[in-house]
Nanobody, 124 residues
Framework: QVQLVESGGGLVQAGGSLRLSCAVS????????MAWFRQAPGKEREFVAH????????RYADSVKGRFTISRDNAKNTVYLQMDSLKPEDTAVYYC?????????????????WGQGTQVTVSS
């Protein structure tokens, strides 16, 4: 059974930083592309960042490009999201997800396993 467990969320002032972690159980972790999504109150879940199985290619939403960094440690079955220069509009529940093989990486329906989410709140 595959399980994803996020951690690292919290309350931070604007301009601050947080590092989210997502520990993934199950086999063949390095075979799967992974991503982070977020959902703010009253809004749809949106794509944040994506990383290929090897970690060689990363992609970002325009809203976080240059401020967030996605990475992974395949020896630890863990994906990270380093968030710098945080803004109040980054406030949301952040989810990590495992991508199905194929499909558009920005689309949530192309992911088959999700974590429970971790709250990130950025105060102004």
């Amino acid at each position: 059974q595959v399980q994803l467990v996020e951690s690292g969320g919290g309350l931070v002032q604007a301009g601050g930083s947080l590092r989210l972690s997502c520990a993934v159980s199950g086999r063949a972790f390095s075979s799967y592309h992974m991503a982070w999504f977020r959902q703010a109150p009253g809004k749809e879940r949106e794509f944040v960042a994506h990383i290929t199985g090897s970690g060689g290619i990363t992609r970002y939403a325009d809203s976080v490009k240059g401020r967030f960094t996605i990475s992974r440690d395949n020896a630890k079955n863990t994906v990270y999201l380093q968030m710098d220069s945080l803004k109040p509009e980054d406030t949301a529940v952040y989810y990590c997800a495992r991508q199905r093989f194929g499909g558009i990486y920005t689309t949530a329906t192309n992911y088959d396993y999700w974590g429970q989410g971790t709250q990130v709140t950025v105060s102004s």
